[in-house]
């Protein structure tokens, strides 16, 4: 004899999905940026270098000289001259006076006459040392300088965000469910 049996056959649900993605869509524009970069401010002075040479001795020395320099000059050397040729003959003049006193006063007025000094020979250098006359004054120099820096303007752009959000929708295809069956049982046999 066979024993009954039950046979259970089972359908699972069947959903059916449909699916939309989402949309995003984000953009950042570029920030609108300005700079200005401003010119330093540079100065700059200078005194230029100076050089005074005074010659004016050295012309003196080999005989160059203004005129009116060497009038001055040739009349005082005279005025000496004549001052000096004064005092000698004065002094001769009071050596003659005396004359009646013993003595050989003429002799020695005439030797001296006869027989003047020597001159002095000497070698003179030409201009002389010291007759030139130099003055320099440096050039001066003077530097001045300002920064004035950079000016950065920023403006900055939003955020451009555009979101579409995705969609689901679902659909029962198959339902489920459940089937029991006695198998091996006859009608009569049940009863």
């Not at 039950?6 to 699916?19: D, H, R, T």
């Not at 969609?167 to 009608?187: C, E, F, P, R, Y």
Request: aromatic fraction near 4%; include cysteine; glycine fraction near 4%.
């Amino acid at each position: 004899m066979q024993l009954p049996r039950l046979e259970i056959q089972q359908q699972s649900i069947k959903m059916a999905l449909q699916s939309e993605k989402p949309q995003q869509q984000i953009q950042q524009p570029k920030a609108d940026v300005q700079i200005e970069q401003l010119p330093a401010i540079l100065e700059i002075h200078t005194t230029p270098s100076r050089l005074e040479i005074d010659q004016t001795k050295c012309f003196a020395d080999v005989g160059r000289k203004h005129v009116f320099r060497m009038n001055t000059e040739f009349a005082t050397e005279a005025q000496q001259a004549a001052l000096a040729a004064i005092a000698q003959i004065a002094q001769e003049g009071d050596a003659l006076r005396t004359i009646e006193q013993p003595g050989t006063k003429i002799s020695m007025l005439s030797e001296q006459k006869a027989n003047p000094p020597l001159r002095e020979l000497a070698i003179v250098f030409l201009p002389r040392y010291g007759s030139l006359k130099m003055n320099f004054t440096p050039a001066d120099l003077q530097i001045n300088w300002q920064k004035r820096g950079t000016q950065i303007n920023i403006t900055p752009q939003k955020v451009i965000h555009e979101y579409t959000p995705g969609k689901v929708a679902g659909s029962i295809s198959q339902w489920h469910g459940i089937q029991i069956d006695v198998v091996g049982l006859n009608v009569d046999e049940r009863l």
